[in-house]
């Protein structure tokens, strides 16, 4: 009787399409959380902080809160995927981010395209940049994380 084993190298990783209904159920919850972080900005941060205040320290929460849910996510679901996949499943929540950042915010709340990009002006002490960025690498930075451990 002959059995064979498979060499250590090639390990099973998740596929794409294995990953996307995960990936894109835990961008649904992304969008939650930050809504709710907009709204505790505007309800709590702003009148307590100012505007630049509230702005910077919301932002590092929402920032915080995608680190540890992309843990999560990649715990659960994407720990042996590759680095391909891994910076495709950031890139997919940072364009759906994006998306509704600037499609809701433009078409629905009548904010003017000036308005929407004014938060990425790094030079103003806007960092909101660091969100869709966190969106980008976090995947990528939980993998290599629990890959460590």
Do not use: C
């Amino acid at each position: 009787m002959e059995t064979t084993t498979s060499p250590p190298h090639s390990q099973i990783r998740p596929s794409w399409r294995g990953l996307l209904g995960p990936a894109l159920a835990v961008w649904a919850g992304l969008a939650v959380v930050a809504v709710l972080n907009g709204a505790f900005r505007e309800g709590v941060l702003v009148p307590s902080l100012g505007d630049s205040g509230a702005h910077v320290l919301s932002t590092l929460l929402l920032t915080a809160a995608v680190a540890v849910i992309a843990a999560l996510y990649v715990s659960r679901f994407a720990r042996d995927a590759d680095r391909r996949t891994l910076l495709a499943v950031g890139g997919l929540w940072m364009v759906l981010t994006l998306g509704f950042e600037f499609g809701f915010g433009h078409y629905v709340m009548g904010k003017s395209w000036s308005v929407l990009l004014a938060d990425y002006n790094v030079l103003a002490g806007r960092i909101w940049v660091l969100v869709p960025v966190t969106l980008l690498v976090a995947p990528l930075i939980a993998a290599r994380y629990f890959q460590r451990r």
